[in-house]
């Protein structure tokens, strides 16, 4: 890469290029962003966020755009960015509703994207809210039963979203679900162990593969279906 970076994202675009945004180098929050060509291998920097940021998710759309949500800049951040693949600019696409960091953000099966937990510097949020991308506009969603951040949340086939661990306090071996269609939060069974920092890979199959994380205290190497 161009910069060093660590807590960015990687995100592939529907021209097959894959952009990276945002960095902590030494501390050093900055704002730039890269795009990979796996065509040539070769890096290029394109436009710069319009905030630094670390902690942030960044979700393609099902338009082609990339929607940059939250983190941090030493303070948790509320604010919403876009970039265009077309025009290789970024805007803002207004605020979330809470401020947060260390959090998701998942596209839904109807295009939205619900962002899901986090924290916002002093506390674990359960909240949840709603990105409507061709409205361009934020709505607050029903709260998750649990606050959690570093959690993993997976879209299943059916369409539901699967929210599995984080950490509120201790680390959270809960798992809960929700309905698009009703807008709700369900507990379902708890993972075993507990564990945040993990993966949630969707196989062919329709289950959900859990691997590895944190406990309370030591890195996890066991793996679970759901």
Known sequence: MMNARTWHTASVLTNGTVIVTGRSNSYSLQSSAELYDPSTGSWTTTSSMNNPRLYHTAT?????????????????????????LLTGTWIMTGNINVAREQHTATLLTNRNVLVTGGSNGSFVLSSTELY??????????????????????????????LATGGWYNISLDSTELY???????????????ARYRHTGSILASGQVLITGGWDDSTIVNSAELF
């Open 60 to 84: 393609v759309l099902a338009n082609g755009k990339v929607l940059v949500t939250g983190g941090s800049n030493g303070s948790s951040l509320n604010s919403a960015e876009l970039y265009d």
């Open 132 to 161: 409507d991308p061709s409205a361009g506009l934020w709505t607050v969603a029903n709260n998750m039963n649990s606050g959690r951040y570093q959690h993993v949340a997976s879209v299943l086939t059916n369409g539901q979203v």
């Open 179 to 193: 309905d698009r269609s009703t807008g709700t939060w369900a507990m379902v069974s708890n993972m075993n162990p």
